[in-house]
């Protein structure tokens, strides 16, 4: 599976941008998927999970209620809806797959695959 991650941009606080991350390759169905994010000098943070069917979500506390992450398997793509935005959320944001069937949602170490990024700058 490759990931290629997009849609980060330039936005003003309080306003909104969708990411996507399209996987190509092996059944994207498989692996759970995730959204994880670095600030500048700061390290790499969880942001967002979703399991393999979708069913399951999960947030840092930082983006609860104001990021939605879902998933369409048949587009082979994960997303990630971020609303009211924040100064602080900017960041480069990268998407990562796992193939583990038990994980913590928040553990980087569990995701195999990364994408490349992409940068989301809030304006305050």
């Known amino acids: 599976v490759q990931l290629q991650a997009s849609g980060g941009g330039l936005v003003q606080a309080g306003g909104s941008l969708r990411l996507a991350c399209r996987a190509s390759?092996?059944?994207?169905?498989?692996?759970?998927m995730g959204w994880f994010r670095q600030a500048p000098g700061k390290e790499r943070e969880f942001v967002a999970a979703i399991t393999r069917g979708g069913g399951v979500t999960d947030y840092s506390d930082s983006v609860k209620g104001r990021f939605t992450i879902s998933r369409d398997n048949a587009k082979n793509t994960v997303y990630l809806q971020m609303n009211s935005l924040k100064h602080e959320d900017t960041a480069v944001y990268f998407c990562a797959a796992t193939s583990q069937i038990f994980y913590t949602f928040s553990d980087s170490h569990a995701y195999g695959l990364w994408g490349q990024g992409t940068l989301v700058t809030v304006s305050s």
């Open positions: 390759g092996r059944t994207f169905g498989d692996y759970g």
